[in-house]
T-cell receptor, first 113, second 114 residues
């Protein structure tokens, strides 16, 4: 079945550590996205990518980094510069970036310990 | 620029009762509109979308929404809810002029009580 796979489902990070969240899709979608979800705040866009080797900052990119070396993969690194990283992270993809519906992964819950 | 306001943060309702989740938006250009559902600790799933044409849109799980351009609203309705409809619902809007600018509302948590 086609879909988006995020791993791990739960992740614990110590203060000062970088961690990488995985996102893989087999939908052959060009566009991929990373969102952060906090209670009562909806979804906020971190980064998005329209094609391989290209990505754009979203509304809250500070403290995060991404890469898009393959069409299927869009990993997100939460760096030590992100002051409040505890959140639910959602990866999504769409056929192309122009305002089509997005397909979401199951999410990764990151907790700083 | 676009913005989305979901007018209720929480909506409690009894099983088999009707429900309406309200969404208003603002935009200087024409838009596409979406409703997504999120079950606990899961990703979002598309319920329905309005791109053009008929203003009454039917989606999965018996939900429907009506696009009202004059009132800039896109309210979600279901005539009879089930316990399994308990979830968080997100309204989203995108301009139809190209480029990526999808904006999500803050969400409405629907509680269906027995």
């Amino acid at each position: 079945d086609g879909g988006i796979t995020q791993s791990p489902k739960y992740l614990f990070r110590k203060e000062g550590q970088n961690v990488t969240l995985s996102c893989e899709q087999n939908l052959n979608h060009d566009a991929m996205y990373w969102y952060r979800q906090d209670p009562g705040q909806g979804l906020r866009l971190i980064y998005y990518s329209q094609i391989v080797n290209d990505f754009q900052k979203g509304d809250i990119a500070e403290g995060y980094s991404v890469s898009r070396e393959k069409k299927e993969s869009f990993p997100l690194t939460v760096t030590s510069a992100q002051k409040n990283p505890t959140a639910f992270y959602l990866c999504a993809s769409s056929i192309f970036v122009e305002n089509t519906e997005a397909f979401f992964g199951q999410g990764t819950r990151l907790t700083v310990v | 620029a676009q913005s989305v306001t979901q007018l209720d943060s929480q909506v409690p309702v009894f099983e088999e009762a009707p429900v309406e989740l309200r969404c208003n938006y603002s935009s200087s250009v024409s838009v596409y509109l979406f409703w997504y559902v999120q079950y606990p600790n899961q990703g979002l799933q598309l319920l329905l979308k309005y791109l053009s044409g008929s203003t009454l849109v039917k989606g999965i799980n018996g939900f429907e929404a009506e696009f009202n351009k004059s009132q800039t609203s896109f309210h979600l309705r279901k005539p009879s809810v089930h316990i399994s409809d308990t979830a968080e619902y997100f309204c989203a809007v995108s301009p139809n002029t190209g480029g990526f600018k999808t904006i999500f509302g803050a969400g409405t948590r629907l509680f269906v009580k027995a």
